[in-house]
């Protein structure tokens, strides 16, 4: 086979994080390549400098045979290399007409009716549908997505990268996405695929080609590859899902949702009439294709969104989980916290919600209390005593507790956040997505200390996006669809296919409450 | 495309993990002797002066006498205590570039108790009816562009820099009814002296310097030790994360200001009845934007404030010194400043982030002759 | 109706050195930089045109009016030039804060052009350029002879003409032109702009440069036609620098709106001259002090109504103020 792109011993390190060593990689022409790994596996950072984002400190890369050097992304395309990213590299305010004419060669006439026109034939080759004079701010992901690809696409890219393509999509927009790239390969152009979703390794690819924790591991041919192989591959040893789930004792209600909606400031219903129950020492696993409510709905019962009259949460403190409830809407997070609602959430977003970025554990510990006492100062002390004793226990890996936790990687980072949540001793706690983007041991670490605080009575919210550990971990799942509770499952019961079901296709009649 | 054949790049920037102490100092020290280096080019170029005499007769502008040293002193608190109404706004990540208008509107409340008040109130009272008006007016100026910035997002850089002038058209307008059919508006309450300070081991403006002394600390710790330091702090890094901890962003971010602009209020007072005894369009003389300069380079903390208030100080007063010792005049202080500003800004690149050459990469160069 | 004209006369003068100031500012906001160097640079425009205009005039026995023109645009455009070469240097090579840095600019614009202009002024309170008024400041032949209409409409130096000329092609240039569409994509989204091959530094070093000059050229306008080719110690091109900072808003990013802008600005300036009269009464001097913050109580209503509409086509440019580093994370 005829290699459109080699890589040769590529590195790249950011100051003292190596996000490539030593990666040497083939892509052939005419093929589909997946780019397997997990989160922080340096995927993104090696194709990033094939697209000229960034520049690798050593190694060197073959275009078509011949050694090449790639500065900017301008370099790229004239090697007929573009490269569709998972934030989106468009124009807000700039039509889509517009944002395909963005920095193309100054030797043709500018005219935008032109480039119209000969967008509109690549959709006509592809079946895209597009409105070229919408605004890139009023479209949608997927049409957003389009659009990359349409711009890729008009430049004459040979080659194809799409990171992460289908972590936006419903599962039917994946499809159409697969047809298309299909289509792209019968035309004889290169796709890579950046994904850590075996299924659409398996379902889409040529060839898999796998890198850990910055390393290259090896590649196989689809056809060889089995999703046990692949994830043996991936992360290093066979992983058996052997999570524990300790049988619940005696649940008592903690939280009672009900005709909870939230309507984004776009005017977009986010959710809508949202009923259900969450009972301390259980784990009520949260499944949905991501941006069907999920954030929303823990953020709405956290005091951080607007929720539409009618909507109530209540809270029940009382052991035996009879006593007053407690309404939490209404309250921002200092009054729900001064009420006495012993409730935590480790949101989706660490650094840019949960934690400071700038700050160390100790100011991170603080964020909680920090105006606890009558005092005009801090209190330091406590706070620091927590973090030493956080450091101590979840084995954070840090120079100090002073050091600004953005410079911690990934999973020490989380360690703070959940510490920090679990440190309240909570009655309900809420995690969405707690184990992305970290490998395989802090992601068990985390399941562990869900577990614990199960048994400690605690009812525990999980938002995830991985079927098998929902279906491990969870007593029961409730699947969100559409910004709607689409049925609650019991997790030891459910199989994968009807939660998937559930995820995908609206049941009729909307709430289904078992 | 085989013809594309560029070479890797000369020089390429990479961020630094975390400088050394070693390495700031190093870097702005040498950043100064640049900048000396470039005035002293100038200066000799423009006036073919030899420069080292120049920088002593400039040294002597500060600490030749001891009366010169207490007026460098009296201007340097007056930047210093700009700089530290700006630093909790900054810190928020709030680009106040109002404090020009805020120390005017300050100012103007004083003077004007102290015309038609002066003789109505007794003197303890007078000065408390100063120091309130002029706080409340500066807090004022500095709510109205954080209201809309907390309720609408409204660009506060834009809508600061505007309250400056709306503040000058008041205090021309106040000097114009002040002065009545005189050319000029002379020293307020003249005859009597009722307003003004007191002297404090032979000058009037050693209370300004007392108070920003004890502002110095009170502000250090107000932003390191207290909750309102801390809220601070998260607001400027996130606003998401400050909603998640609870904090009312649009609470602090008013707050914020009002302190921010009372300060400047504060300034406006000590001012008028430390340093001038009058009002008029020149009274914040500039200050209000040198001191954006001073509060952003110590990145909020005010005992770098006051060292670098000092070196502007002393170019300033150095700069005027050659003026008339020369026969130059002293715009030459706006150059030289400029100059210095100019090289301390640039050498923060060199702190932040490292450049690698390409030559210091090994083993690369056998691979590009293809 | 002869103190209305009077009015137009001297707005639409006035309007025209913040025009040339605000669309500077337009061009190097369009790139994401927010350069609150403006009364700096026209300053160092200003004085530069003005210097090399007194130095020509008075050295030279034949002195043209052509050459004078041409000696003084050169010499104002390099002068404000290099001003934001400084400032792009330092922003965008060296990635200083852009705030500091251009109020670091106005101080040092200031300095060099008072500076220098102590000793074009050598003891003298004022100093001139007559001839290059003159060729500044003359009328078109014939048309301005048209009576009052002639006045209003042609009774100017050829830069205000020019002033609307460069209004009317920035907005086909940002609008229609390819270069104008990747332009405004690095002020919008320079990570954007990058990954479609566009070299982001390169456009913001050339807009703010380009900006720059356009700016000066407020500053040579104001020197060498408003004032009657006057220079002198006064600090009022500072004042008119933060008026085109002012205007830059107003017009929410469109260089045609500067036009209207502009003048309309010079109407609210001049309000408290001619107002009076035209209604016939008087009103006190400190009155006439208030007035003046008209032009910048009419920003800041913008300013709010523009942030309350929420509309995305007239807010400032989304990367404004911010350094742009590719390898950033």
């Known amino acids: 086979m005829e290699c459109a792109i080699s890589l040769k011993h590529i590195t790249k390190t950011f100051g003292s994080v190596v996000a490539n060593k030593d990666v040497s990689l083939d892509i052939y022409k005419g093929e589909i390549l997946s780019l397997l790994g997990e989160n922080g596996s340096g995927k ?189 591959m991936m992360v290093g040893k066979k992983v058996e899902l052997n999570i524990d ?52 709905l823990l953020e709405a019962i956290a005091g951080l969104q607007t929720v539409e009259s009618g909507g109530s949460v209540k809270y029940y403190n009382s052991e035996d989980g009879q006593g007053p409830a407690m309404e939490v809407i209404g309250k921002n997070p200092r009054v729900i916290r001064n009420a006495g609602i012993h409730m935590s959430f480790v949101p989706e977003d660490r650094l840019g919600m949960g934690l400071v970025g700038s700050m160390g554990m100790t100011g991170n510990m603080m964020l909680k209390s920090y105006d606890s006492g009558k005092a005009l100062f801090l209190d330091q002390k406590s706070p620091k005593n927590l973090a030493e004793r956080i450091k101590e226990e979840l084995e954070v890996v840090t120079p100090g507790i002073n050091t600004p936790v953005s410079r911690l990687s990934g999973g020490n980072v989380q360690k703070v956040l959940v510490g920090r949540e679990i440190a309240d001793a909570p009655m309900v706690l809420m995690t969405a997505y707690a184990v992305r983007g970290l490998d395989i041991n802090t992601s068990y670490a985390i399941y562990d200390l869900l577990n614990q605080q199960k048994k400690k009575g605690v009812a525990v919210i999980y938002v995830g996006e991985d079927l098998d550990v929902l279906l491990a971990l969870c007593d029961k799942i409730m699947v969100l669809c559409a910004g709607r509770v689409n049925g609650i499952v019991d997790g030891r019961t459910a199989t994968k296919e009807q939660v998937g079901l559930l995820m995908t296709k609206l049941q009729e009649g909307g709430n289904k409450n078992e | 495309m085989s013809d594309l054949q560029v070479r890797e790049p000369f020089v390429r920037i990479v961020k630094r993990d975390q400088a050394p102490l070693s390495k700031h100092i190093s870097v702005r020290a040498l950043a100064i002797l640049l900048a000396l280096v470039l ?58 570039i109002g404090a020009e208008g805020q120390v005017l509107m300050g100012g103007l409340l004083t003077a004007l108790v102290m015309v038609y008040w002066g003789e109505k109130l007794p003197g303890p009272v007078l000065y408390l009816v100063m120091l309130l008006t002029s706080i409340a007016v500066g807090a004022i100026w500095g709510l109205i562009p954080a209201f809309f910035k907390a309720k609408w997002k409204t660009n506060e850089t834009l809508f600061t820099l505007m309250m400056n002038y709306v503040a000058t058209s008041f205090v021309a307008c106040a000097v114009n009814i002040l002065r009545g059919q005189a050319s000029s508006l002379g020293k307020l309450n003249m005859a009597t002296q009722i307003g003004w300070f007191p002297k404090l081991f032979g000058q009037r403006y050693n209370i300004n310097i007392l108070v920003v002394l004890i502002l110095t600390f009170l502000m250090f710790f107000y932003l390191k030790y207290t909750k309102h330091g801390f ?68 990145k909020f903390n005010t005992f770098y404030m006051a060292l670098i208030a000092f070196l502007l100080i002393f170019l300033q007063k150095g700069a005027g010194e050659i003026a008339s010792a020369y026969g130059l005049n002293d715009f030459a202080a706006s150059i030289i400043t400029g100059v210095i500003l100019f090289c301390i800004l640039g050498s923060e690149f060199f702190i932040n982030y490292r450049l690698i050459f390409r030559s210091s990469k090994e083993g690369k160069n056998d691979g590009e002759r293809g | 109706m002869s103190s209305l004209i009077a009015w137009i006369l001297r707005a639409i003068p006035f309007g025209t050195i913040i025009m040339y100031g605000a669309m500077g500012e337009i061009v190097t906001e369009k790139s994401g930089n927010l350069n609150l160097g403006v009364p700096g640079i026209m300053y ?37 030039v290099l001003g934001g070469l400084i400032f792009s240097f330092l922003t965008i090579t060296l990635r200083a804060n852009q705030n500091v840095t251009g109020l670091a600019l106005t101080t040092f614009g200031m300095g060099v052009a008072n500076f220098f202009g102590v000793f074009i002024l050598n003891g003298k309170s004022y100093s001139a350029a007559p001839l290059a008024n003159s060729a500044y400041s003359a009328k078109m032949p014939g048309l301005s002879d048209l009576g009052v209409a ?70 040579l306008y104001y020197v060498l036609d408003y004032n009657s080719g006057i220079w002198a110690t006064t600090g009022q091109i500072e004042a008119l620098g933060w008026l085109a900072v002012a205007l830059v808003i107003f017009t929410t990013w ?18 408290y001259q001619f107002l009076p009269s035209l209604l016939g009464f008087t009103v006190a001097s400190y009155v006439t002090d208030l007035i003046q913050m008209v032009p910048y109580v009419v920003t800041i209503i913008v300013l709010i109504v523009t942030s309350l509409r929420k509309k995305k086509e007239n807010q400032p440019p989304a990367h404004l103020g911010l350094a742009y580093f590719r390898e950033e994370r």
């Open chain 1, 44 to 232: 993104t950072t090696l194709l990033n400098m094939i697209a000229g984002i960034y520049y690798p400190d050593s190694g060197e890369v073959f275009v078509n045979g011949k050694p090449v050097e790639i500065r900017s992304p301008r370099d790229a395309y004239q090697l007929g290399i573009g490269m569709i990213h998972q934030h989106f590299k468009l124009v807000d305010v700039f039509s889509a007409t517009e944002n395909i004419a963005l920095g193309l060669d100054a030797k043709e006439k500018f005219d935008l009716k032109q480039v119209r026109k000969k967008a509109q034939e690549i959709c006509d080759k592809y079946q895209f549908d597009m409105d070229f004079d919408q605004k890139v701010y009023a479209m949608s992901v997927s049409q957003k997505q389009t659009l990359e690809i349409i711009k890729v696409l008009y430049r004459g890219a040979d080659i194809l990268i799409l990171d992460e393509p289908t972590a936006v999509l419903t599962p039917q927009e994946t499809e159409k996405l697969f047809q298309v790239i299909r289509n792209m390969r019968a035309d004889g152009k290169s796709v890579v695929i950046i994904t850590h979703k075996l299924h659409e390794v398996l379902a889409i690819s040529d060839r898999v080609s796998i890198l850990r924790k910055g390393e290259y591991v090896g590649t196989v041919e689809t056809k060889d590859a089995t999703e046990s192989l692949l994830t043996e």
């Open chain 2, 39 to 96: 005035d002293a080019l100038f200066i000799f170029f423009v006036t073919g002066l030899n420069p080292f005499s120049v920088y002593f007769v400039m040294f002597k502008g500060t600490f030749g006498t001891a009366t010169r040293f207490s007026w460098a002193m009296r201007d340097l608190v007056t930047l210093l205590l700009i700089g530290i109404a700006l630093a909790p706004a900054f810190k928020m990540k709030f680009w106040n």
């Open chain 3, 44 to 80: 160092l425009g200003g004085f530069a045109g003005f210097a090399s205009a007194f130095l020509y005039e008075n050295n030279t026995s034949n002195p043209s009016k052509l050459v004078c023109i041409l000696l003084s645009l050169v010499c104002c455009l390099i002068a404000s």
């Open chain 3, 254 to 271: 469109r260089p045609l709106n500067a036009i209207w802008g502009a003048y309309l600005f010079g109407v609210l300036y001049w309000l």
């Open chain 3, 150 to 219: 002639g006045d209003i409409l042609f009774g100017y130096g050829f830069l205000v003409y020019l002033a609307i000329v460069i209004a009317v092609l920035l907005h086909i240039f940002l609008n229609k032109t390819r270069v104008g569409l990747n332009l405004r994509a690095v002020g919008e989204n320079p990570a954007t702009a990058d990954a479609a091959g566009i070299n982001v530094t390169r456009y913001k070093y050339i807009a703010t440069c380009v900006g720059a000059g356009l700016s000066g050229v407020g500053g």
């Open chain 2, 231 to 298: 809220e601070i702090s998260v607001v400027g890094e996130s606003e998401n994360t400050a909603r998640y901890a609870g904090i009312n962003v649009g609470m602090v971010i008013m707050r914020t200001m009002a302190i921010s602009g009372a300060i400047c209020g504060l300034c406006g007072f000590l001012l008028v009845c430390g340093r001038d005894q009058t009002i008029s369009t020149n009274t914040a003389g500039g200050n209000g934007f040198t001191a954006i300069i001073v509060a952003w380079l110590a």
């Open chain 1, 245 to 296: 789930r300790p049988i619940p004792q005696n649940p008592v209600k903690r939280l009672e949702i009900r005709n909870l909606s939230v309507t984004s400031p776009e005017g977009v219903r986010v959710l809508s009439d949202i009923n259900f129950d969450a009972f301390g020492g259980e784990i009520l696993g949260i499944a949905g294709v991501s941006g069907n409510g999920q954030k929303e």
